[in-house]
Structures are given as structure tokens and as C-alpha cells.
């Protein structure tokens, strides 16, 4: 072997003998770990590196974050840094990777961070880590619905909150309520507070007392609004959801306005005001809404109402005049109309399906009570059956004794005559004054060739006017009732000028109302108990054919003439 040669295999020897002893004195960089695990609200991830074996140089080492899963900007920030260490420092170092929250729904995923580029030291067996960001959601924070209804008898209106894309962590959401068509406290009570969803949880409930107030009345609604919410949750859009009280009570009377109508010496109900709003439609009246039914608008007419309650509607020379009473809701589909029963009461049906029933009423109250007046009966009490009723005695009761010799007031006392006045008046005679005529009953059954009814003759602007006031029922639908009870009876009905008439076995058989009612003698009656409803009373005019008496609820009767 030449000299050349051997020179050179020893100069390479000690080459490998320096770079050798260089290895034996360099430190080892790595991670700490292969794996970490952060979640995606906890920014940033740290990341450990060690330092270990000789650290007599200083070193350094290039970390970069990519993608794993993950994507850079969207669920983390790109990292590229280097760490270093002087000599002799054999501390851990950290490494910060911001974690972004997408708001996105994802599942776990990943981001692979390297070490390279070493300087001073030699990277050890950990040189790739894998970071997992951990998919955390706490959910957005809305109403389940826009609306929601409610039962007026509920008690407790019960409204969901939902939390969906996700549930991570705790959250809270404010609420309030406020008025719609409902206001608080007549309504629903005010109610505010705060929802607290725990780790986990994805519904809570707002609970909003509900008032029963057992009047009927529209559908109303009152508002509840989502506010404030803590914990990072986010908003959705549905913040504010109406809720409607359903009514149930069919009733409207209750709740409406009234008219007191006052006039010395006169007792009667309060009227339904039709000049109020309309529970169902605020923009119109109750009144509005009656001049709405077919009957009236397609031919023009007009319902008008005066101050006393008593409602007129002009037909032609012909009017008609009556009280509104009550108010009910109808079912759906009811048809819209004017009715009238068979004794002239009746009722109109809006198309807000509200039934306001009525009865007839006297257009000139005034020219009757000044005639009964001077016949010393200027107290008279009008019903809410739509009769007037005049006591017969109107000064001090009389007094009797009984059979035990105590003093008793005398029955008759109580007697009173019961009238009705029909529902339309016609222009009147014009040789008749202002004033009330006895009139000879105009039906030709010879019975009642002795009976009279009144004629009011009265001043309605310009005209001159008449209205009619017959003998009735005291209560009607107790006398149909009665009826009825027999075995055979059909078919009845209310007549003119006190007559009704009704079917027995298809007979047509006719009764004639007496003017005169009276308090029921229990006395009169077998075992001192009065019944109830029509029992027989024998022949009491001498016509030959059985008559009947009414016993009443009230503890009135009144008599009734069979016609042969």
C-alpha cells in the first residue's frame, strides 16, 4: 500500500473520530408526549418540548403546525416558530397553537405539529406530535315556535327554549313578557327571569301564570322576548314568540259594557251597549257589526241605538224596537242572520259568530207610564224576559190574619198585570193624539170578544206613530216547557195579541195569556207544596173547555184559557 493511500485512510479515521465525539456531546429535542387533546374554547393548546442528554451548546428547533383534519383558519392559526435554548438550559419549552371556535358542528379533529431544523442538538424520537381539538358546542338559544296557544282555564302557560348544535357547557338566556291584545294582570301575570341550560341540557321551560277570569272574550295574546345570554351559547333568530289565550267561556255578557237606563219609578235590566268595541275586531263596533248581517247591508238598512239601550231598525213605515240582553260565541259555521222566536224575542248572529239575543221593546215608555199613572200605578218594572209588569197594589200592603192569628200581608198584594209590547210599531192614524187606547182584542173567537189590548200612540220625529202591548207568559220558555211535558203536544207557538196555539194529537188547539199574574198560594195546592210547570184548572171562565194554570220558578202563576 502506497504512503498516499495510508495517509488518507487515517486522515478520514480522524474525521469520523470528530464527528463521533461531536454526537457523544449533543442534547436530544423532542415533545413531550405523542398525543394532547384541547377542546376548541380553550385557546391556545400548549405543546411541551424536553431538552435532554449533553446541553453544553446552545440549540434550537423549527415547530410548524398543518392540517391534520383540521383547517388551518378555520379551526386553528398556523404556527411556525423557533424555540431555542442557551447553553447548559435543559428547562421545558412550550409551544402556544391558537384554537379557533367555528361554531360548526363537526366532530373531533386534528392538527400535526413537527419539529425540524434542528441546531445544536439532534431531534429525539418525538418529533410529530398529533393535537386533537375536541368539538365543543354550547348551543344556540331559541323559542321552539313562533306561537303557541294556550286554555284560558290552564293556569300555566308553559313555552319552551330550546338549545340546538350542540349542548357543551352551562349557558343562561334572560326572557321577559309584555302585553299584546292581552295585558297583565287582567290577563296573565307579568313574568321575567332567567334560564339556566346545565351541561347537557337542550330544553327549559318559561311558565307564565295564566288568569281565568271566566268572561268570554277574544282569543288575546301577550308577548315573551329571549335576552342576555352567558356561557358563549349564541342567539337564534326565533327571540320572541307570541303567545294566544284561547278563550273558553262562550259568554261574552259578563265582559261587555252595559247601559243602565234610569227613569223614575221604572225597574229594568241593564241593556248590552252596542256602541263598544268588538271583542274580535277592535277597529268596530258591536254596532258596526250587526249593520254588517246580510239582512241589513244588502237592502240598507241601518240599526241604531239610543241612549236608554232600545234598538230601532226602519223597515219601510215600519219599525222595529228591542233591547240587546246577552252576548254568546257561536261554533264555527254558524250562519250569520236575524231570527225571530215565535213570542218576538230573537237574536242576531254577526259574522264574528257572536249571537246577541233581544227583546221587544216599548218605544214610548213615557206615554204608558203617564197613563198608568193617572190610574195610580206609576211603578212598573220592566223584565229581563222583555214583559212589563205593573203591581196592582202600589200603596201600602194590606194586611190580614192567618189561621193561626198572626198577621200576615194579604196575598193580593203581590198581584200584578204582565204585558208585552210587540216588536214593530206602524205609522198611526193621524186623528189619534199622543196618548194609550183600549183596543177590543181583534181575533173573532167568540171568548174573546170581552178582551182589550193597549194601543201607544207616540211622536217619533216627525211621524206619528203606534205600537201595540198585548197579554203573554210571564216566561215563556217555562210555559213551551209545560207544554211540551204533555204527552202529544207539538208545534207551539206565540201568537198576536196574547194568543198561542200548539198541536195535541194533531189537533190545533189555542190558549189566551191572562193579563193578571199572581203569587202562588201554597195553600191553593194539595200538601201546601205547589207543583211546578201547567196543571189543570178546571173550567174557570164556564166555556166548557178545561183551562190551566202556569206555576212558575219565581213562585208566580198566571192563568190560561183553553179556546173551544
Not at 147 to 167: D, K, L, M, Q
Not at 170 to 182: F, K, L, P
Not at 232 to 239: C, H, M, N, P, V
Not at 553 to 559: L, M, P, R, Y
Amino acid at each position: 500500500m502506497s504512503h498516499r493511500i495510508v495517509q488518507a485512510l487515517k486522515q478520514a479515521g480522524a474525521l469520523l473520530l470528530l464527528c463521533a465525539s461531536a454526537n457523544l456531546h449533543a442534547g436530544s429535542i423532542e415533545f413531550s408526549a405523542a398525543t394532547y387533546t384541547t377542546n376548541e374554547v380553550t385557546t391556545p393548546a400548549v405543546l411541551t418540548l424536553t431538552r435532554t442528554g449533553v446541553a453544553t451548546a446552545a440549540a434550537s428547533v423549527l415547530v410548524t403546525a398543518s392540517n391534520g383534519t383540521a383547517t388551518v383558519t378555520s379551526d386553528y392559526t398556523a404556527v411556525s416558530i423557533t424555540v431555542n435554548w442557551a447553553a447548559n438550559d435543559v428547562a421545558n419549552k412550550t409551544v402556544s397553537i391558537p384554537i379557533l371556535d367555528d361554531r360548526v358542528a363537526e366532530g373531533s379533529e386534528t392538527v400535526t405539529v413537527t419539529l425540524s431544523a434542528p441546531t445544536g442538538d439532534t431531534l429525539g424520537a418525538v418529533s410529530v406530535a398529533t393535537l386533537t381539538i375536541v368539538d365543543y358546542e354550547q348551543g344556540t338559544l331559541q323559542f321552539g315556535a313562533a306561537t303557541s296557544e294556550v286554555a284560558e282555564t290552564a293556569g300555566t302557560a308553559v313555552i319552551p327554549v330550546t338549545r340546538t348544535i350542540g349542548s357543551n357547557g352551562a349557558v343562561t338566556i334572560a326572557y321577559a313578557t309584555s302585553n299584546g291584545t292581552a295585558n297583565s294582570p287582567d290577563f296573565y301575570t307579568a313574568t321575567s327571569g332567567v334560564l339556566t341550560f346545565a351541561d347537557g341540557v337542550t330544553t327549559m321551560n318559561i311558565s307564565v301564570p295564566i288568569i281565568n277570569n271566566a268572561l268570554g272574550q277574544a282569543n288575546r295574546d301577550f308577548r315573551i322576548t329571549l335576552s342576555t345570554i352567558t356561557g358563549g351559547a349564541l342567539a337564534g333568530t326565533l327571540l320572541t314568540t307570541a303567545v294566544t289565550i284561547r278563550n273558553d267561556d262562550a259568554d261574552f255578557t259578563p265582559g261587555l259594557t252595559k247601559i243602565t237606563p234610569v227613569r223614575t219609578g221604572v225597574t229594568q235590566p241593564v241593556v248590552l251597549s252596542l256602541a263598544q268595541e268588538s271583542p274580535f275586531l277592535s277597529t268596530n263596533t258591536l254596532l258596526a257589526t250587526v249593520n254588517r248581517i246580510p239582512e241589513l247591508s244588502i237592502t240598507g238598512l241601518v240599526a241604531v241605538q239610543e241612549a236608554t239601550g232600545i234598538t230601532s231598525i226602519a223597515v219601510g213605515d215600519a219599525t222595529y224596537h228591542f233591547t240587546p240582553y246577552t252576548a254568546v260565541q257561536m261554533a264555527p259555521g254558524t250562519a250569520q242572520g236575524i231570527f225571530l222566536n215565535t213570542d218576538f224575542s230573537g237574536h242576531m248572529i254577526t259574522d264574528e259568530r257572536l249571537k246577541i239575543s233581544f227583546q221587544p221593546a216599548l218605544a214610548a215608555l213615557d206615554v204608558l207610564q203617564t197613563q198608568l199613572t193617572a190610574a195610580g200605578m206609576s211603578k212598573l218594572t220592566i223584565t229581563e224576559h222583555g214583559n212589563i209588569t205593573v203591581q196592582r197594589i202600589q200603596g201600602t200592603p194590606p194586611l190580614d190574619l192567618d189561621s193561626a192569628g198572626k198577621l200576615v200581608i194579604n196575598n193580593r198584594y203581590y198581584d200584578r198585570f204582565n204585558i208585552r209590547p210587540s216588536i214593530v210599531s206602524t205609522l198611526a192614524p193621524a186623528s189619534l193624539a199622543v196618548g194609550t187606547y183600549l183596543v177590543p182584542n181583534p181575533s173573532t173567537h167568540p171568548a174573546l170578544k170581552n178582551e182589550v189590548f193597549l194601543q201607544i200612540v207616540f211622536t217619533s220625529g216627525t211621524q206619528r206613530r203606534q205600537q201595540l202591548v198585548t197579554t203573554a207568559p210571564l216566561i215563556a220558555s217555562e210555559l213551551t216547557a209545560g207544554l211540551q211535558a204533555f204527552k202529544g203536544v207539538t208545534d207551539v207557538r206565540f201568537g198576536e195579541y196574547g194568543i198561542l196555539t200548539f198541536r195535541f194529537n194533531n189537533r190545533l188547539l189555542t190558549l189566551y195569556a191572562d193579563m193578571l199574574v199572581r203569587r202562588i198560594d201554597p195553600a191553593t195546592y194539595t200538601g201546601n207544596t205547589p207543583p211546578r210547570g201547567l196543571v189543570d184548572a178546571g173550567d174557570l171562565n164556564g166555556d166548557g173547555a178545561a183551562d190551566f194554570r202556569m206555576l212558575y220558578s219565581t213562585g208566580d202563576e198566571q192563568t190560561f184559557l183553553l179556546l173551544p
